[in-house]
Every structure is written in structure tokens, then in C-alpha cells.
């Protein structure tokens, strides 16, 4: 009688082990495809870019280097970039603090306003505030006319502090939504505690809100010291005259100019791309080193339905009338474009006109259809692929994951001008060509999300409660099953809100595919930039107009389709 | 503010002039929802009051404006004879022990403790002694320099004690304090929370919606429901008088008897229940043949097999150690009855289907 339930035992074990051993190679075909991938379209371009750093016209030199280190200009090229970088990072995270703080710690009118107002400037191309400058602040535009006809004097943007600025408006948002969350996760009984103790409403955010927002601080800091460091756009519009050192230019549009210029200086251009590239990785190995160290802030998210305490009137009004300055400020840089695309001659003639729409369909069409298409299957893909390696991660254990998580990583660090610059040229000869295809560009799109999309997973995937998996895996579901029927359904919200941010930024982006359009796959973003640089102001606005509606359309789809709301912007 | 004069090494038990705390009319709405309904109120001085009530009865909402969190709609809020309805939090003579403790996690136990002291621009040494002093009070001297992560929940507990206590504060304000705690834990911190209140003497107001904490706790109990105050008396006022069904039934279980008046004069009555009589505590007189109910609670039931009594039928029976709890079916009564017998012999309880006489305790029934 003994030998029955071993009999019965046995079998079950040993189909167990035989599953387990069927799962295996299955496991490591797949990580082994996953890595071919990565190294094809990460690892492979960016060493092309290190590569050709190195090379003068096709021989191995220090050349470059050298150039680079005796040049003023460059040298100049430097300082503007890291300090225009720092002031605009100080100022958007200034900007983004008062928001934040005024939203979740006052109880000031027109929160709801403020919030949909910060989130515009993350629906459009960040050029696009550089551009409504000049359509309000350039030389004829409209600040600059009115007060020109009244004291005969001018107050140009072009220059640093133009560039600061646009910055500022463009990036405060990121500073804004982290620091909005970070701040509703600090336990509002620790402020409490603290004015029960006599403290002061000041003293009290001295010395306990912000030191236990120093962390949302510090990495919305070096997020956007990163985008500063690596923006194209805003100071290839505005920066071109008047910067700090005003010999120097600024690193982004100088690396462009050096490939897609006269010159067509591959090894000079990736020089300063690596240029570029050091200060933003040494960032985010120390951003990674930082979130690890970080230990006490692992702040009670007992949710609280108080209310914010009362506020001193003097805190709340003033941050009432810095968000409200500043939103009128931000509506009224989107009033000028749209008003810029139906306007005959910005500056010289405001009559009415359909002039530039029916060039701008006549024209931009394809791009138009370019854009949409490609930023909508290029975040399809990123989301996809950050959901699936985000799983791995997160719930196989194998051999050189923490190589394989950097790896995954490494596009986030990467600026979009080395990515492009790395794509181009990479894939512009031997076997593997994709120069001038549509390709070349969704797996740039694709690419260059895909780290946001492993990060948000993760750390979605850390909520999901792994037994659930289990329960199913215990059903007998084999992990593909698993993934399908119970990880993703759960990481839906996730999925959704990356899918948005990644189509956003792609349809917005252009200093990376800058390098990789063409004649046939042209996109609607390098269109808006080549009429601004163009002067065909018009044209430009019609197309920055259209881009916002139809980002708006895609949000409003993808907020009806998930049903997820106004959280698709809470990730 | 500190002031150069107290020349005192050790304020730790000190006792401090105390004050009551006085609230008139007090009410506030959060939207429609009234949170609290005019309630008035004095905390007397030097005394432990408690507010009890079921979660979204309003006792947190009434400590939160006498912490100066909420501003009431309607109300006034004295300490003493000082108004404090408008001021700010950070100018208020209160502390108060959060339910989550609310212990910033940047600092150690002597910086949370000290924060109060260093806000009063207490001098550094003086604040030194004062927090050892404090610590060593509440028990936890040695742990000055330990993270608020490293610390136990009752030990959290005891530097949020701390940091309340050592400003000298006129009013000491509690939040659920004990309600993260274990059980074990929880006795251990109420009683020593109860010690260290008397010996300081200081005003205290307790918000919990655990009944037997607020029994053993308070001088006095103010029992709240839907932001009304529905009784306020001491402890064994409060148990043994309860005002309504509710406040009976939520100071632990209660039977609810129905009878008639047989006899009654102010402060007693005999009441009828068929033909068994008992007389009963009343707050008025009735009218002889008036239809009444009386409260009664388990322990002052009386289960025998023979005798007077009502009659009653066992439905079930369970051993509890210090009680048998029986719930029992009475002739002429519709609610089941709950009735304890003490010290029991576990071998000998009555079996379901049993047939018993119940009696009530002389003079423990109550009728309100």
C-alpha cells in the first residue's frame, strides 16, 4: 500500500521537471533574440559614432580631439551649452516646484486649469515654443511691435536668454508631474507634525518637505539637465546670435551642422556628439547609483483624503500668481501659432488667409501621413518590448541581467542626436542597409522609447502581486500563457500611458531622425523645422497647428479606448 | 516661546499649570456632508477626554480644528480662556500624537524629538537634557541616535509620545494612537500613555473607536455618531447609562429587554416581564403600565435552571474561559439574548435546546 502514493507522486514530478526543462531552451531563444536585437540597434550604432570619432577622412587620428580642445570655438560651444543647460534646469525646476507645491499643499482656485495647461507643452514639439517666441518676441513680432511704436525700442529673444526661456516653458512640466508626485506620496501628517510644533509654514517646508523631496528633486534635476544638454531645436531657432560666449555656438545644432552642413564632417560631428555624450551618461550612472543609495525615503503612502492644510494668504496667492502668469504665458505662445496659420505675414500683413493650410496640404501631405503612421507603430513597438523585457527582468533569473537591463537602458542616456547620428551611419553600407527607408526611422522611434517603457513596466510589474502569476502558473498556464493572460491585462493602464508618451514624443521629436529622413520618408516634425529655418513662418505654424490636433485626437482615442482618463499622464 | 527663566535641568515630569479646553457650537462641512454638527464640549483641565465613535463620526475632524488643521465653519474653540478658533496650527498650545505617528524619517529620534524645542529656540544643551529626560521617560533612553525606520511600531510609538510631550504643550492631542499597534502592545502602551497623562497632569483629548480603550482610559467619554455628540459622561456613566441603542450597543454587547412599568419614581422603576419583576435604574418616572425597554448587559443576566425569572430556551453556548456566553431565545421577547456567566465549570454549561429561567441583576437594567 505504501508504493501508491509514490506512484502517484512520481509522475507528477517528473512531468513538472519535463516542463521545466521544455520552458528552458525556450527561455534562452528568446533572450538570445532579444540580445541580437539589442546589439544590432543599440550597441552596434553607438560604437559606429565612438568609432568615427576617432577617424579623419577615413584614417585613425586624435584629430578630432585635438580640434576640438584647441578650438575657442568649441571650447565656447561647451560653456554655452553646460551653463544655458543649468540655468534652464534651475528654472524649470523652480517653475515646476511652485506648481506642484501650489497644487497639492494650497488650496488655491483653478487647479484643474493649471494641471491641463503644464501638460501642453509635453504634447508639442519642443521647438515649438522657440517658435511662438519669435511669433511674439522676434524682431517683428507682436510684444516687439507694440513696443517698438510706443517707446521705439526693442526687446529681442534671440539669444541665451531666449533660449533659457523656451527651455524653461518647455521642461518645467517634467519637474511639475515628478515633483506632483512626489509630493502627494510625502505623508501631509509629517507637515502637519511639524506646525503643531510651532514651526512656521516656511520653516516647516525648509525643514521637512524639502528634504524629503530632495530625491524627486534631484532626478527631475538630472533628467532635464540631460534634455537641456541634448536639445536641438530651441537653440538652433533662438540661439544662433547673442549667447553667453558669444564666439561659441551651442553642441546639438553644432553637431548637425558639422554632418548635415557644407562640410559634411562625419568624424568632427561624432566627436562633439561624444562630447555631448559624456556628461549625459556620467548622469545617469549617477542617477543609478543615487536612486540605489537612497534608503530612509521610503515614505508611508498611507493614502489621505485631507485636505490641504490652510495655507499663509501671502504663500497661496503669490503661487496663485505665478501659475496664473505663467499659464497665460503658455496659452498665449498657443494662441500666436494658431493664429500664425491663418495669418497672411506675420509682423507685416494680419489679414486672414487659407494661403498657408492649402500650401501646407499641397506640400507637407506625406509627411503628414509619415509622421502619424510611424510614431503610431514605433510606440506600439516600444511599449510592447518594454512591457515584455520589463517581465524578464523582473521575474527570470539569467546570467548577465544586470548587463542586459543596461544595455536595455542605455538609449535613456543616450542624446537623440547620438542615437540618429549612430543609426545613419551604421546602416548606410554593408549588410545590413536601411538608409533612407521608412525602417530606419520606426526602429529609431522604437529604440529610443523602449527604456520608458521597461521602466514604467517595472515598476508597475512590482505592484502586481507575483502570486498572482503563480496561482496561474500553478493552473498549469506555461509562461507564455502567463504573460498573456495575467501580467499584461494587469499592466494595461501601464501600457496605455507609455504607448501615449512614446507616440508624443515621437511625433514631436527631431534631432534624431534628423539625420535619418529622406527625400521619400520625409516627417512632418523636420518639415516644421526646415519652414521656420526657411522664414516660411506661416507655413510652419499650419503644420505645428495641425501637429497639436492631431496629437489631442490620438490622446482623446487612446483616453477613450483604456477608459484610464486624465491618469494616462500619472506614470 | 522659551523664556530664560526656567531654571529647571529636568522638566520631564514636571507638572504644568493645566487648562481646559471648551468647544462651542462647533461645526464643519466638507461639501454637503456635515463632518461635525454643533457639537459643544469641555474637556476639563488636567482631565483625559476621549471621543469615541464609529470611522466618519467626526472625532477626527474635531481633534484636526483643536490642532488648528481644519478651520470649523461655525464654532468657537477656547483653551482656557484664550480663543484659538483662527489661529494657525504652529501658534497653538496643542501637540498631538498622530495615528501613523507621522515621525520624519530624514531625522533621528533626538532631531524629531528636539524639532519642537529647536522651533522654540530652545538653547542646544538645554535641549539635550530635556530630550534624554523625555526619552527616558517614555523608555527609550539609548535610542537618540537610531533612524525612525529602525525602531519597532511601539517604540515609533513612544517618540511620537515624546515629541509631543516635551515642549510642555498646554493640550496633548491623541489620534488613534494605539491602532498600529498589536494587541498586547496596545494595553501596555495605554496604560503607560494613561500614567504618564496623570502624573503630568496635562488636558487631553483621546479620539479611538475602540470601546474598551475609552473605558479604561478616560475620566470622561464623549460618544459621537454622524458629527453629533450623543452622550458625554464618565466611563461608567457612559456603560451602564448609555442615552440610545446606539451607544449602548457600541460600548459592547447590549440586550434589549421590553417590559412594562409596574411601579416607578425618579431614578428607579420595577418593571413587569410577565410574571417575573425586577427593579431597574431610570433617569425619570414613568407612569405605571407604561411599555418600556430596558438595556441590560450579558454579565448582569442570571441563567439557572430553576427559580423565578423570565423563561427562556438555550439556542448556543460557547466557552470563553473567563465567561460562558449563552444566546438565548426569551418568552415574550423577539431580539435574541446575550447573557455571561462568570467563572464557569466548562464541563457543566447549558446544551442548546436547555430550558433556563433568565433573571436581571437588582438594579442594573436600565431604562432610558
Redesign the interface.
Known sequence: MATIPSELSTPTAFTRRLNRVKEQPFRIVTLLALLVILMIFIVYPVSQVLLRSFQVDGIWSLGNYERFFNSLFYQYTLYNTLVISTLATVGALLLGLIFAFGVTRTSMPGKNIFLLVSILPLITPPFFSAFAFILLLGRNGIFNQVLFSLFETRWVIYGWHGVTLAQIFTLFPIAFLNLTAALSSI?P??E??????????L??FR??TL??LTPALFSSAILIFMLNLSAFGIPAILGSTNLIWREGSMLAPEVILEILGMNSNWGMGSTLAVIMLVPSFALFLFQGWYVRRRS?????G?PTT??P??S?AYIKWGVFTICSLTTFFVLSLYLVIFAGAVTETWGVNYNLTTRHLELMLRINQQSIINSLLLSLVGAAVASLLGVFIAYILTRWNFLGKSTFNFIVMLPYALPGVVMGLGLAAGFNSGLLILSGTAMIILIDFAVRRMPFGVESSKSALAQVDSTLEQAAADLGANWPRVFQRITLPLLRPTFFATLTFCFIRSMTDITSVIFLVSPRWRLMSIDIYNSVSAGRLGVAAALSALMIIIIIAVLAVIWRVSGLGYRLFRL | MYTATSSHLSNALERAPSEPVIIQGLTKRFGKPVAVDNLTLTAEAGQLTTLLGPSGCGKTTTLRMIAGFFFPDKGEIYIGTERITDQPPNKRPTRTVFQNYALFPHMTVRENVAFGLEVERVPRAQQRQWVDDILQVVGLDGMAERQPGQLSGGQQQRVALARALVTRPKVLLLDEPLSNLDAKLRVTMREEIRRLQTSLGITTLYVTHDQEEALSLSDKIAVMNNGQLLQFGSPAEIYERPVNRFVAQFLGLSNFLNGTVETSEKGNAVIRFGDYCVSVATNRAYAAGTAITVTIRPENLIVSSEGDGLLGRVISSSYLGAVARYHLHLEGQSDEVIADEHAPSGDRLYQPGDAVRVRLREGRGFVQ
Request: aromatic share 14%; charged share 25%.
Open positions: 505623508d501628517r509629517l502637519e507634525a511639524a506646525e503643531d510644533m510651532g514651526a512656521s509654514f520653516y516647516t525643514r521637512v528634504p524629503l530612509y525615503i521610503t515614505v508611508t498611507m485631507f485636505a492644510r490652510p499663509p
